[in-house]
């Protein structure tokens, strides 16, 4: 059995950002032209004014302060709050895998490779812009990749369960390198009309570069471990099935809907029994862990996982977070840390990659610098 190894990784990052003060400007125009058209429903207790938003609630809620967006058109508009993305010819990239591409060929760069070096392509998403063909072998065939390619959506959670099956199919054999790509498109299914959660998402590309061991300089795959449990607390109705129902309205259940409450109850233990498990199952103790790059969801919900899993307030830099600048990336976010916050540990340093959300779905990688 061959073992595999994370040699690089790339991020994506869009051109445009918005601050929390621009959306709440935004929103709480979009309040104010609500409440008047429905001034009289309000009087007669029919219809629920819109509250304003603001940017200390939104840094309270989430410790989120700004996002970036493949575009600021259309999000900014009161009278639409929704992003407006051109038509593409179907001879064009699409989105998805443009950026995809480019988050790839920064992992490909950085580890001295090219597309024709890779074997499998898995695009681990929490939306993919299309049913069919996958979304991933298309960015195999722009990056000139052999092999297979696949798509897989565990929401949040679908970057480190790409991991794992790429991880599985070296340590089989029937791979030797594979690239989990992560293009999160958020702002498309995200309801910017929601006072709860129209802060939450941003927009994103990661790449994981994965290898057969040949010795080579990186991050050792030590184990992986995935769980899932039904909940549809976290979910989005909309799907190719939508069009054979009679009511074709712009139902709020078709994009972005959670019950924060339930999500913020039942998560937590979940995931931080998952990790506890995982490294009791490995005979490390959770001193041996350098780092936890957690999914970048709500700064709440870390501090407690890690307050949790270490036994204590997690030491500056031990649990490093990026959604103040890029909000919640879905599957995207524990690897935009890891990008960022791994490559000044020494060799030997060892930490988890953990990534959790809608399904309830978790997954953790141990991994070992050399």
Same mark, same amino acid.
């Given at each position: 059995?061959?073992?595999?190894?994370?040699?690089?990784?790339?991020?994506?990052? &869009? &051109?445009?950002?918005?601050?929390?003060?621009?959306?709440?400007?935004? +929103?709480?125009a979009?309040?104010?032209?609500?409440?008047?058209?429905?001034?009289?429903?309000?009087?007669?207790?029919?219809?629920?004014?819109?509250?304003?938003?603001s940017?200390?609630?939104?840094?309270?809620?989430?410790?989120?302060?700004?996002?970036? !967006?493949m575009?600021?058109d259309?999000?900014?508009d009161?009278?639409?709050?929704?992003? /407006?993305?051109?038509?593409?010819?179907?001879?064009?990239? $699409?989105?998805?895998?443009?950026?995809?591409? #480019?988050?790839?060929?920064?992992?490909?760069?950085?580890?001295?490779?090219?597309?024709?070096?890779?074997?499998?392509?898995?695009?681990?998403?929490?939306?993919?812009?299309?049913a069919?063909?996958?979304?991933?072998?298309?960015? #195999?065939?722009?990056?000139?990749?052999?092999?297979?390619? +696949?798509?897989?959506? !565990?929401?949040?959670?679908?970057?480190? +369960?790409?991991?794992?099956t790429?991880?599985?199919?070296?340590?089989?054999?029937?791979? #030797?390198?594979?690239? !989990?790509? $992560?293009?999160?498109?958020?702002? @498309?299914?995200?309801?910017?009309?929601?006072?709860d959660?129209?802060?939450?998402?941003?927009?994103?590309?990661?790449?994981?570069?994965?290898?057969?061991? $040949?010795? #080579?300089?990186?991050?050792?795959?030590?184990?992986?471990?995935?769980?899932?449990?039904? %909940?549809?607390?976290?979910?989005?109705?909309?799907?190719?099935?939508?069009?054979?129902?009679?009511?074709m309205?712009?139902?709020?259940?078709?994009? +972005?809907?959670?019950?924060?409450?339930?999500?913020?109850?039942?998560?937590? &233990?979940?995931?931080?029994?998952?990790?506890?498990?995982?490294l009791?199952?490995?005979?490390?103790?959770? *001193?041996?862990? $350098?780092?936890?790059?957690?999914?970048?969801?709500?700064?709440?919900m870390?501090?407690?996982? @890690?307050?949790?899993?270490?036994?204590?307030? &997690?030491?500056?830099?031990?649990?490093?977070?990026?959604?103040?600048?890029?909000?919640?990336?879905?599957?995207?976010? *524990?690897?935009?840390?890891?990008?960022?916050?791994? %490559?000044?540990?020494?060799?030997?340093?060892?930490?988890?990659?953990? %990534?959790?959300?809608?399904?309830?779905?978790? @997954? %953790?990688?141990?991994? /070992?610098?050399?």
């Amino acid at each position: 059995m061959y073992q595999a190894v994370i040699t690089a990784t790339g991020v994506f990052t &869009p &051109p445009f950002s918005i601050s929390n003060d621009e959306l709440v400007a935004a +929103f709480n125009a979009y309040a104010d032209l609500q409440n008047a058209a429905h001034a009289e429903d309000i009087a007669a207790g029919t219809f629920d004014p819109v509250p304003h938003s603001s940017t200390d609630f939104i840094v309270a809620a989430s410790g989120i302060h700004s996002r970036f !967006v493949m575009t600021r058109d259309g999000i900014l508009d009161p009278t639409r709050l929704y992003p /407006r993305y051109p038509e593409r010819a179907d001879d064009d990239p $699409s989105m998805m895998a443009e950026i995809g591409v #480019q988050a790839a060929q920064q992992a490909l760069d950085r580890a001295g490779l090219t597309g024709g070096d890779i074997d499998l392509i898995l695009c681990a998403a929490s939306n993919m812009e299309r049913a069919y063909p996958a979304m991933a072998v298309e960015i #195999q065939a722009l990056l000139g990749a052999g092999g297979l390619a +696949f798509d897989m959506n !565990v929401a949040c959670s679908s970057a480190t +369960f790409g991991i794992q099956t790429a991880a599985d199919m070296i340590r089989a054999g029937s791979v #030797q390198r594979a690239l !989990v790509i $992560s293009p999160e498109i958020t702002s @498309g299914h995200l309801e910017w009309r929601d006072r709860d959660c129209h802060f939450i998402f941003g927009d994103v590309a990661t790449a994981v570069l994965l290898e057969r061991d $040949s010795g #080579q300089d990186g991050w050792q795959v030590l184990s992986t471990r995935c769980a899932t449990k039904f %909940s549809n607390n976290i979910r989005n109705n909309n799907g190719f099935l939508r069009p054979t129902r009679d009511a074709m309205e712009d139902r709020r259940d078709m994009r +972005f809907m959670q019950n924060g409450r339930k999500v913020f109850k039942e998560v937590l &233990p979940l995931v931080s029994a998952h990790i506890a498990d995982h490294l009791e199952a490995e005979s490390l103790p959770s *001193s041996a862990l $350098s780092r936890l790059w957690l999914h970048q969801a709500n700064k709440t919900m870390n501090d407690y996982i @890690g307050k949790k899993v270490l036994g204590r307030d &997690p030491e500056p830099g031990e649990q490093p977070n990026i959604l103040q600048d890029y909000a919640n990336t879905s599957s995207a976010g *524990s690897i935009i840390a890891f990008d960022k916050y791994s %490559s000044d540990l020494p060799g030997g340093a060892t930490g988890l990659i953990c %990534s959790f959300g809608a399904g309830y779905s978790v @997954g %953790s990688v141990i991994v /070992r610098k050399r």
